[in-house]
């Protein structure tokens, strides 16, 4: 007999460890990739309520578009809303807190 035969009879009997380490590789990836759709799953709703939460669902857009600071000391906030009744339409807020312009 061969020494090559037997060598493959020998030999033929046992799995390729390529074999088995790509089925765990891919029961691994398998198992991770489920666990974070789950995650996916029960942590969206929970953020989006405490967004909501936190931003405040009254319909107030609490949005400041810019600081102005003077080299004086006085510094006063600009604020756009898209609520206000003209997309152009701005408030000035002031250090004391007094209110200029479309402020509705």
Request: aromatic residues 2%.
């Amino acid at each position: 007999m061969n020494p090559e035969a037997e060598w493959q009879s020998i030999r033929g009997d046992r799995p390729s460890l390529l074999g088995i380490a790509g089925v765990g590789i891919l029961r691994a990836a398998l198992l991770f990739g489920s666990a974070a759709v789950a995650l996916a799953v029960i942590l969206a709703p929970l953020a989006e309520s405490q967004t909501k939460r936190i931003v405040g669902a009254d319909g107030i857009d609490r949005m400041s578009t810019g600081s102005v600071n003077r080299g004086g000391g006085s510094s006063y906030v600009i604020r756009r809303s898209v609520l206000q009744d003209s997309p152009a339409a701005i408030c000035i807020i002031r250090d004391d807190g007094t209110r200029s312009g479309d402020c509705g």
